[in-house]
């Protein structure tokens, strides 16, 4: 069963969202900090039409705020996690000698427990990258590094598998025999050759950082209240589940809408991809 | 069978030595220190002397060989000594928790028992519906109940346990008052009035968790069983006249098992990773609360026991994974 309309549905879901969050402080223009202590905990209304938080801040700016977080994240981390990714399955594919030392410490990454690694890494490396980089950089960078340094393991496998396949066939031997350098039948001929597979990689990791981020910020060691992102309102807002449903509820369901939408695209990159056809 | 399981053991070893050692190493960086709690009356040359004596200043080999030895051989000692009775860790000394000041291992025993029963129940659920939805998806493909289960998977993958646990308590406790939201330790099964009490406390966390493992495995199943549903012994066995009954579960089920069963030991440990976060909403006070709390207030020896523990964790689920797919299939023993 062929999906046409999965990758043109995921795309326009996903250019929704990002608008959404870009522009929309464009058409809505309330700061997400603003304190309205005259409606705290407001329902919906002209003024907030999402309703407000305990400190009265307006829930549709935070949201948009919290968006640019969750992206921000989910973008920066995919592209640290499929570089290293590419890079280490890249060379292990090529070069025969690094072959096996790479793959030991992709398995070593692969049965690492993740999470907990995640949780204590950003714990502990909180205070000295915010003394250096500044408090919300420093938070943001480790972050984009701890979940980089947890996903570019399945990339470097499958490309490390797609790239061995390719040095067998006949034009990289020309290429060899041609004198071309290592670096150049890279970029030249591997690279051009494993897109396909690079792309479905970045979406999977794409889905996984904004999910690894709600999860640390839902568990109380990712972004603060007052930067928050979708995973950090979310855990505030459950505090509140039996008379606001709303405040956990639309963060909560922005997540699962982002990364419904990056799924669908990435599950209709991979039939385009595979020729023996859509699993 | 015992060549290829005695090589696999020697192989899990220095796996689980070098996983130690990265989880020691980042621990190791950190900025906590068990000296801190001291009166700052002590003078520093005395609290020198107090680091030399504690051994804090020696290299980093020894710690890390000192901690390994504590860690796998005297704590597990302590529990052959209480069970049977024998005095091997007579008066040597254990691993302290900083926050409680009682051996981290003792209060991992205490919280183990409850995320043992909802990790394990979600577990058995989730494999429970898990293999007969992928076999029947791929057995009817692309038919109304296969797009169901597609959707089930992509929901499981799109909808994070932290989002699902809060839109079940959000429907079954704040709407329907039909179950309780958070988790109570104490209640013990004394008969069918508590046992309900218990059932019905258990009922959300395994559900949030089981459907992480259905999502996950159905797929799994489906894509095994459309393997073997394309190969000929299958169509040598409809040939046969067998009826599809007992093409479907003899010929079938049996051969997609056998890669779905490495898949559901691999999957093990991620569903702890899953229960960290499931306690945490449904407050149950287990393993992963107990690191969420810790990490929490620094308490560096625990953290540190239960990281590794789960690091053992993955590694024995490894080895399981290749044994018992050795044990199904000869082909793999004898390559």
Known sequence: MRRPFALCAGVALLTLIVLAVLAGPLLWSVPPERMDLAARNAGASLAHPLGTDQLGRDLLARLMAGGRISLAVGGAAMLAAVALGTVIGVVAGMVRWLDGPLMRLTDLFLSLPLLPLALIAVTLFRAPLAAALGPEAGLFALIVGVIAATSWMQTARVLRGEVLALMARSFIAAARSAGTPPLALATRHILPNVASAIAVSATLAVAGAIITESTLSFLGVGFPPDFPSWGRLLADGTAYLGDRPGRALWPGALISLTVLAVAYIGDALRDRSDPRGPR | ?335
């Open chain 2, 1 to 335: 069978m015992i060549r290829y399981t005695l090589r696999r053991l020697v192989f899990a070893a220095p796996v689980l030595l070098a996983i130690s050692l990265v989880v020691f190493l980042l621990l190791d960086l950190a900025p906590g220190d068990p000296m801190a709690q001291l009166p700052l009356s002590i003078p520093p040359e005395v609290k020198a002397e107090m680091r030399r004596v504690l051994g804090l200043d020696a290299p980093l080999p020894v710690r890390f060989g000192k901690w390994a030895w504590q860690f796998y051989v005297i704590e597990p000692a302590t529990w052959i000594d209480r069970a049977l009775g024998t005095a091997l860790t007579e008066d040597r000394p254990r691993m302290i928790s900083w926050q409680t000041r009682a051996p981290v291992m003792d209060l991992i025993a205490q919280r183990l028992p409850q995320t043992l029963w909802v990790v394990g129940l979600a577990y058995v659920v989730g494999i429970l519906l898990a293999v007969p939805l992928g076999l029947w998806s791929a057995y009817r493909q692309y038919s109304a109940f296969d797009q169901l289960g597609g959707a089930v998977s992509i929901i499981g993958f799109a909808v994070p346990p932290f989002f699902s646990g809060v839109l079940l308590i959000l429907l079954f406790s704040v709407h329907l008052g039909w179950l309780p939201s958070s988790y109570d330790t104490t209640l013990r099964v004394t008969g069918w009035d508590s046992l309900l009490a218990q059932m019905r406390q258990m009922a959300m966390p395994v559900a949030v968790l089981s459907l992480q493992t259905t999502a996950l495995i159905s797929r799994y199943m489906r894509a095994a069983a459309l393997d073997v549903l394309g190969q000929d012994h299958v169509r040598a066995a409809r040939a046969r006249g067998s009826n599809e009954r007992r093409v479907l579960m003899r010929h079938v089920a049996r051969n997609a098992m056998l890669p779905v069963v490495s898949v559901i030991a691999l999957g093990l440990p991620q569903v702890f990773a899953g229960a960290i976060v499931t306690e945490q909403i449904f407050r149950v006070n287990g393993v992963g609360h107990l690191l969420i709390t810790s990490i929490q207030a620094g308490d560096l020896p625990t953290v540190q026991t239960i990281t590794v523990l789960l690091a053992v964790f993955i590694v024995l689920a490894n080895l399981a994974a290749d044994l018992i797919y050795a044990a199904l299939d000869p082909r793999i023993r004898y390559a």
